[in-house]
Protein backbone atom coordinates (compact mmCIF):
# COMPACT_ATOMS: atom_id res chain seq x y z
CA UNK A 1 0.00 0.00 0.00
CA UNK A 2 1.24 3.42 -0.38
CA UNK A 3 1.17 6.19 1.57
CA UNK A 4 1.71 9.87 2.50
CA UNK A 5 2.92 10.71 5.87
CA UNK A 6 2.76 13.90 7.37
CA UNK A 7 4.15 16.34 10.03
CA UNK A 8 4.72 19.79 11.02
CA UNK A 9 1.18 20.97 11.50
CA UNK A 10 0.33 23.27 14.77
CA UNK A 11 -0.62 25.99 15.98
CA UNK A 12 1.20 29.17 15.68
CA UNK A 13 0.70 33.15 15.92
CA UNK A 14 0.41 35.35 12.76
CA UNK A 15 3.88 35.81 11.50
CA UNK A 16 5.19 32.99 12.56
CA UNK A 17 6.47 29.89 10.94
CA UNK A 18 6.00 26.41 10.44
CA UNK A 19 7.52 23.25 8.35
CA UNK A 20 5.39 20.81 7.09
CA UNK A 21 6.87 17.15 5.69
CA UNK A 22 5.46 14.63 4.22
CA UNK A 23 7.16 11.33 3.23
CA UNK A 24 5.62 8.63 0.80
CA UNK A 25 6.34 4.95 0.88
CA UNK A 26 4.82 1.43 -0.79
CA UNK A 27 5.18 0.40 -3.72
CA UNK A 28 5.61 3.06 -6.17
CA UNK A 29 7.65 2.92 -9.61
CA UNK A 30 7.79 6.76 -9.95
CA UNK A 31 6.46 10.23 -8.57
CA UNK A 32 6.18 12.60 -10.46
CA UNK A 33 4.74 15.20 -8.78
CA UNK A 34 4.03 16.11 -5.05
CA UNK A 35 2.37 18.62 -3.53
CA UNK A 36 0.20 20.44 -0.98
CA UNK A 37 -3.26 21.59 -0.52
CA UNK A 38 -5.25 23.07 1.85
CA UNK A 39 -9.23 22.96 2.44
CA UNK A 40 -11.17 25.28 5.15
CA UNK A 41 -15.20 24.27 5.81
CA UNK A 42 -17.31 24.68 2.68
CA UNK A 43 -14.91 25.30 0.48
CA UNK A 44 -13.03 23.37 -2.03
CA UNK A 45 -9.88 21.85 -1.57
CA UNK A 46 -7.36 24.34 -3.10
CA UNK A 47 -3.67 23.96 -4.62
CA UNK A 48 -0.57 25.53 -1.88
CA UNK A 49 1.95 24.66 -3.92
CA UNK A 50 3.70 21.75 -5.94
CA UNK A 51 6.54 20.69 -7.11
CA UNK A 52 7.92 18.22 -10.11
CA UNK A 53 10.34 15.84 -10.30
CA UNK A 54 12.33 17.79 -11.98
CA UNK A 55 12.38 20.70 -9.46
CA UNK A 56 9.52 23.28 -11.53
CA UNK A 57 7.18 24.84 -8.92
CA UNK A 58 4.30 26.14 -8.98
CA UNK A 59 2.07 27.98 -5.93
CA UNK A 60 -1.13 29.52 -5.19
CA UNK A 61 -0.63 33.83 -5.60
CA UNK A 62 -2.22 33.88 -1.75
CA UNK A 63 0.94 32.10 -0.75
CA UNK A 64 4.00 33.28 -3.20
CA UNK A 65 6.72 34.74 -1.44
CA UNK A 66 6.03 33.33 2.15
CA UNK A 67 5.50 29.80 1.42
CA UNK A 68 8.53 27.58 -0.08
CA UNK A 69 8.65 24.37 -1.37
CA UNK A 70 11.02 21.44 -2.24
CA UNK A 71 11.64 17.93 -2.73
CA UNK A 72 14.09 15.40 -1.92
CA UNK A 73 13.25 12.54 -4.39
CA UNK A 74 15.60 9.95 -2.97
CA UNK A 75 13.53 10.15 0.02
CA UNK A 76 10.19 10.76 -1.92
CA UNK A 77 9.80 13.48 0.72
CA UNK A 78 8.53 16.56 -0.30
CA UNK A 79 8.35 19.70 2.24
CA UNK A 80 6.53 23.39 2.60
CA UNK A 81 7.96 26.38 4.41
CA UNK A 82 5.29 28.47 5.92
CA UNK A 83 6.78 31.96 6.61
CA UNK A 84 5.01 34.96 7.61
CA UNK A 85 1.67 32.85 8.37
CA UNK A 86 -1.23 35.13 8.55
CA UNK A 87 -4.51 33.64 10.13
CA UNK A 88 -6.49 33.19 6.37
CA UNK A 89 -3.54 30.36 5.95
CA UNK A 90 -5.59 28.28 9.16
CA UNK A 91 -6.86 25.59 7.10
CA UNK A 92 -6.22 21.51 7.44
CA UNK A 93 -3.52 20.74 4.57
CA UNK A 94 -3.28 17.92 2.52
CA UNK A 95 0.29 16.18 1.25
CA UNK A 96 -0.46 14.88 -2.73
CA UNK A 97 1.76 13.02 -4.82
CA UNK A 98 1.03 11.51 -8.56
CA UNK A 99 2.94 8.65 -10.29
CA UNK A 100 3.15 5.94 -11.25
CA UNK A 101 2.59 1.56 -10.02
CA UNK A 102 4.94 -1.09 -11.26
CA UNK A 103 2.24 -1.83 -14.15
CA UNK A 104 2.62 2.07 -15.24
CA UNK A 105 -0.88 2.69 -14.01
CA UNK A 106 -1.52 6.61 -13.05
CA UNK A 107 -1.92 6.60 -9.27
CA UNK A 108 -2.66 10.16 -6.64
CA UNK A 109 -1.92 9.23 -2.98
CA UNK A 110 -3.43 11.89 -0.36
CA UNK A 111 -2.07 12.10 3.14
CA UNK A 112 -4.83 12.26 6.05
CA UNK A 113 -4.43 16.30 6.21
CA UNK A 114 -2.88 17.95 8.95
CA UNK A 115 -4.16 21.15 10.54
CA UNK A 116 -2.50 24.54 10.55
CA UNK A 117 -4.42 27.37 12.79
CA UNK A 118 -2.71 30.59 12.86
CA UNK A 119 -3.46 32.93 15.64
CA UNK A 120 -4.10 36.69 15.12
Given amino acids: QVQLVESGGGLVQAGGSLRLSC ?23 ALVARITNGGSTNYADSVKGRFIISRDNAKNTVY ?15 CNAEGRDYEIRYLEVWGQGTLVTVSS
Fill in 23 to 45: AASGSIFSINVMGWYRQTPGKQR
Fill in 80 to 94: LQMNSLKPEDTAVYY
